[in-house]
């Protein structure tokens, strides 16, 4: 028998510190699933490692050798995770459809499965700065059964998106159609920053996308089977929405139809982005608060007609998973059922909930069903805002006092009292649970959306209720609409009420001064260092004392706010960057000081895609301030993104050439004013004149004239040739006849490196122009490479190095004393070697000019 008083006291300190086990499984799988991302392994690696760790595991387990043993489990999950993401995102049969994509897109005639109800999208608003009109469209997710292969069939597989220029009514889930579209490679992030839409598929296991043009172009081969319940489910969602445009306003029920069955798609982008800017995106795709909100009022309506507990439960987890394939089973919608479901099974156990391990094994058979969400915006800020609701709820928030004398003091209060304190309580713990998850969440939301939206804070507990009541009446129109009109009527109007006031609410605080706040993402490591901060003040429980943990996470946020940015550069040398925005034309020129000028800023498309193209260029290069923009000429492709990014970004100055704003035309009129309410000067620029940027650079205006001539407006485009350490940079932007006649009278010079005229169009046009600048390096902005293959041969004819940025991504041209490099962007800058360098120009003397102001030279 051991004595009491030499026994060993427990150690409680390491119990504390100890993290529960399935989080420390979390954490090795994760580890794994990253491992197997960016240093990829053979599977057969990975399932010997894991067999060879499980096998250590259990003899070590079998010897009481606890601790050696947890460390080879933990190896072994993170084994094993790695192998089930090397399946997932690695391999793919040999018929696979993706395989045989490529980026410019080839035609295709296959047939394949629609595995979901086409989905509508609503033409956008006509926009002045949107130079190709919307109409309507439809997105259908299929699966592919077979393509042709001249005039026979072959058996194909994969899944992928179908777009569609039109609608598709005939169409439904399960359906066996045959198409005719362009099949292409969904389109890579192309600048530094930018959304990468190739692996957000890639995470969906779709490798390819089909574009068609016509609607004619999709027939159904053969129907769904009726009983089929892809297909029955298909009908049940458009009953639903049936249902909803029946007993709501047109406006109220595209937005019941986002809340209640997912079907954000359908609402149009300017009420997508009040939401967005807000910080109540959340609400516009159904997720845990949706989830969370209906099954609550399930179990709470069950309780009160005295069904058990246990019968309680099981009915709320059956409504979920039943109401997650109603919408599709999405992937915020499954993950947030995996979730609800998780702590439904742990109630069920008969044993108290442990929050962080029901957590810890939502987050498991969510990694198991797809490994890829790790990597993923939604399931990151979804498990932040539950594991942040896990550590509030010790405070007690929503419990009445514990003090006899505080509860004494409340039953001496008049019941209005009683209930308007409830009613504050409840308000002021709305407000500390939303402050705490907003915070919470600030870093991630930051780094990968460039937004602060301080309004959410306030918002968030206010529209609260009416979110709540929206969805219960709004689901008592599905449910009443089948059963009792009169009631579904009722539940209508108060639907219609409660949507509108949320929209309203929505909408008045995006009008607020300083309500939200565009800012450049910061460094990942600081963000993973914030978030590594928190896991361990969890961890550590109450070793660590309240203040220090103050203390270390001020410390780490003003570190970040002087260190995490990207800091503009201040060296010797000149840098021009040409974004890659399709067919259109935008490139930033960072001088030596440190100042900035950004060459034309537009694209054929819309303008809110350009936008974040050159957004995510600049905040990539640390920079937030423009000290001068130059528009070219007055077309579209050349400025449509230029208000975008007023809003985002300062700027000092914006140059145009002499008669740009003369023309009466409404995108021009839109251009002006938007930079008049932006606050910035314009000012005109025509030839002979230069910009006063430094001792050693030199920027001078080739044309066009300060008249003008006679001719288009591409034939007055502002042309721009600088001069910085021997090179020698020229950029014609949509330069053509009679203009370039005027450009090419100048006496030859050999050019360092030039963007082709027009983005490479008019064969003749560029073969003279070649043969007048004789270029070393010759950049082409546009969207497909193979339109200007007649153009590339030319320049290359006369010893070019040809880059186009619909191929090659973003050009990087970086300009030193005795050297020049040439990068361009594939998920990291690289470099472009060449056979036959050019050798290095002789210096060119430069005339003295002050300091750079914004202002031409005379």
């Given at each position: 028998m051991v004595d009491s008083q030499t026994a060993p006291a427990p150690n409680r300190g390491l119990h504390r510190w100890a993290p529960p086990p399935l989080i420390v499984l979390v954490i090795a799988g994760s580890a794994g699933i990253v491992l197997d991302r960016y240093t990829p392994q053979p599977l057969l690696l990975w399932l010997l490692l894991a067999a060879t760790a499980l096998g250590f595991w259990f003899g070590l387990w079998r010897r009481g050798r606890i601790g050696w043993a947890a460390i080879l489990l933990c190896l072994a999950a993170a084994s094993t995770a790695a192998a089930g993401h090397h399946v997932y995102w690695r391999a793919y049969p040999a018929d696979e459809l993706g395989r045989f994509a490529a980026d410019a897109g080839r035609p295709v005639c296959l047939e394949a499965t629609a595995l979901r109800s086409p989905r509508p999208l609503p033409p956008r608003p006509p926009d002045p700065f949107t130079f190709i009109p919307s109409r309507d469209r439809t997105q259908l997710t299929v699966r592919v059964d077979r393509v042709r292969q001249g005039d026979h069939w072959r058996h194909a597989s994969g899944r992928g998106t179908l777009w569609v220029d039109g609608l598709l009514p005939h169409v439904q889930a399960g359906d066996r159609v045959r198409i005719l579209a362009r099949l292409q490679r969904p389109s890579p992030a192309r600048n530094p920053g930018e959304f990468d839409l190739r692996s957000h598929r890639r995470n969906q296991r779709?490798?390819?996308?089909?574009?068609?043009?016509?609607?004619?172009?999709?027939?159904?081969?053969?129907?769904?089977?009726?009983?089929?319940?892809?297909?029955?489910?298909?009908?049940?969602?458009?009953?639903?929405?049936?249902?909803?445009?029946?007993?709501?306003?047109?406006?109220?029920?595209?937005?019941?139809?986002?809340?209640?069955?997912?079907?954000?798609?359908?609402?149009?982008?300017?009420?997508?982005?009040?939401?967005?800017?807000?910080?109540?995106?959340?609400?516009?795709?159904?997720?845990?608060?949706?989830?969370?909100?209906?099954?609550?009022?399930?179990?709470?309506?069950?309780?009160?007609?005295?069904?058990?507990?246990?019968?309680?439960?099981?009915?709320?987890?059956?409504?979920?998973?039943?109401?997650?394939?109603?919408v599709e089973a999405r992937p915020p919608v499954v993950r947030a059922a995996i979730l609800v479901v998780a702590f439904c099974l742990a109630r069920l156990s008969g044993r108290r909930v442990a929050t962080y391990n029901t957590l810890a094994a939502a987050a498991l058979l969510l990694l198991a069903w797809n490994p890829t969400q790790l990597f993923q915006i939604g399931p990151q800020l979804s498990f932040l805002a539950v594991a942040t609701l896990a550590n509030l709820s010790g405070l007690k928030l929503f419990r009445p006092a514990e003090d006899p004398l505080a509860r004494l003091l409340a039953r001496t209060r008049s019941w209005p009292a009683r209930l308007g304190h409830r009613l504050f309580a409840s308000l002021g713990s709305l407000c500390l649970v939303s402050t705490a998850i907003w915070l919470v969440a600030l870093p991630l939301v930051v780094y990968r959306f460039q937004l602060v939206s301080p309004v959410a804070v306030l918002l968030n507990p206010l529209i609260w209720l009416p979110m709540s009541i929206a969805l219960f009446s709004g689901f008592g129109v599905l449910v009443f609409g089948w059963v009792c009109p009169p009631l579904a009527t009722i539940c209508g109007r108060i639907c219609n009420a409660s949507l509108a006031l949320l929209e309203g609410g929505v909408g008045w605080a995006g009008e607020l001064p300083g309500g939200f706040l565009r800012l450049p993402p910061p460094a990942v490591g600081w963000v993973l260092g914030f978030y590594g901060l928190l896991g361990v003040f969890v961890a550590a429980d109450r070793r660590i004392a309240p203040r220090?943990?103050?203390?270390?996470?001020?410390?780490?946020?003003?570190?970040?706010?002087?260190?995490?940015?990207?800091?503009?550069?201040?060296a010797p040398e000149l840098r021009a960057t040409f974004v890659a925005v399709g067919h259109g034309a935008a490139t930033l020129l960072e001088w030596p000081?440190?100042?900035?000028?950004?060459?034309?800023?537009?694209?054929?498309?819309?303008?809110?895609?350009?936008?974040?193209?050159?957004?995510?260029?600049?905040?990539?290069?640390?920079?937030?301030?423009?000290?001068?923009?130059?528009?070219?000429?007055?077309?579209?492709?050349?400025?449509?993104?230029?208000?975008?990014?007023?809003?985002?970004?300062?700027?000092?100055?914006?140059?145009?050439?002499?008669?740009?704003?003369?023309?009466?035309?409404?995108?021009?009129?839109?251009?002006?004013?938007?930079?008049?309410?932006?606050?910035?000067?314009?000012?005109?620029?025509?030839?002979?004149?230069?910009?006063?940027?430094?001792?050693?650079?030199?920027?001078?205006?080739?044309?066009?004239?300060?008249?003008?001539?006679?001719?288009?407006?591409?034939?007055?485009?502002?042309?721009?040739?600088?001069?910085?350490?021997?090179?020698?940079?020229?950029?014609?932007?949509?330069?053509?006849?009679?203009?370039?006649?005027?450009?090419?009278?100048?006496?030859?010079?050999?050019?360092?490196?030039?963007?082709?005229?027009?983005?490479?169009?008019?064969?003749?046009?560029?073969?003279?122009?070649?043969?007048?600048?004789?270029?070393?390096?010759?950049?082409?902005?546009?969207?497909?490479?193979?339109?200007?293959?007649?153009?590339?041969?030319?320049?290359?004819?006369?010893?070019?190095?040809?880059?186009?940025?619909?191929?090659?991504?973003?050009?990087?041209?970086?300009?030193?004393?005795?050297?020049?490099?040439?990068?361009?962007?594939?998920?990291?800058?690289?470099?472009?070697?060449?056979?036959?360098?050019?050798?290095?120009?002789?210096?060119?003397?430069?005339?003295?000019?002050?300091?750079?102001?914004?202002?031409?030279?005379?």
């Open positions: 779709e490798l390819f996308e089909l574009h068609s043009r016509f609607a004619a172009g999709v027939t159904v081969v053969r129907p769904g089977a009726w009983w089929s319940p892809r297909r029955a489910l298909g009908r049940v969602r458009q009953a639903c929405r049936a249902q909803l445009d029946a007993h709501l306003h047109a406006r109220q029920a595209e937005l019941a139809a986002a809340v209640l069955l997912g079907a954000r798609d359908e609402l149009s982008a300017d009420r997508v982005e009040e939401f967005f800017l807000t910080g109540t995106i959340h609400l516009l795709a159904i997720s845990g608060l949706h989830i969370g909100i209906l099954a609550t009022g399930l179990w709470w309506l069950l309780r009160l007609l005295a069904v058990p507990r246990r019968t309680a439960v099981v009915a709320a987890a059956l409504f979920v998973v039943s109401y997650a394939l109603l220090w943990r103050l203390a270390l996470l001020a410390a780490w946020l003003a570190a970040g706010c002087w260190l995490a940015y990207p800091q503009p550069r201040h000081d440190g100042r900035t000028l950004l060459f034309d800023a537009g694209g054929m498309g819309v303008p809110t895609s350009v936008v974040r193209a050159i957004s995510a260029c600049l905040w990539s290069q640390g920079i937030r301030h423009l000290d001068a923009v130059v528009l070219s000429h007055a077309h579209t492709d050349h400025y449509n993104a230029l208000p975008g990014l007023l809003e985002r970004f300062s700027a000092g100055v914006v140059y145009v050439p002499p008669h740009m704003f003369d023309q009466p035309s409404e995108p021009v009129r839109a251009l002006q004013q938007a930079i008049q309410r932006a606050g910035v000067e314009i000012r005109p620029l025509f030839q002979g004149q230069r910009l006063a940027v430094g001792p050693e650079v030199g920027v001078e205006v080739w044309h066009p004239p300060r008249d003008g001539i006679v001719g288009s407006e591409n034939a007055n485009s502002l042309v721009l040739g600088i001069e910085y350490a021997g090179a020698r940079i020229l950029l014609p932007a949509d330069l053509e006849s009679p203009g370039l006649e005027d450009l090419l009278a100048e006496e030859p010079q050999p050019w360092t490196l030039v963007t082709a005229p027009h983005h490479g169009s008019n064969l003749d046009e560029q073969a003279r122009f070649a043969a007048w600048a004789t270029p070393a390096w010759v950049v082409i902005s546009g969207a497909s490479a193979t339109r200007t293959a007649a153009a590339q041969a030319a320049y290359q004819a006369h010893g070019a190095h040809v880059l186009h940025t619909g191929r090659d991504g973003a050009v990087r041209v970086t300009v030193r004393h005795g050297s020049l490099q040439v990068q361009h962007w594939r998920r990291q800058w690289r470099t472009v070697a060449r056979d036959d360098p050019q050798a290095p120009l002789p210096p060119i003397a430069h005339r003295q000019s002050p300091a750079f102001t914004g202002r031409p030279e005379k």
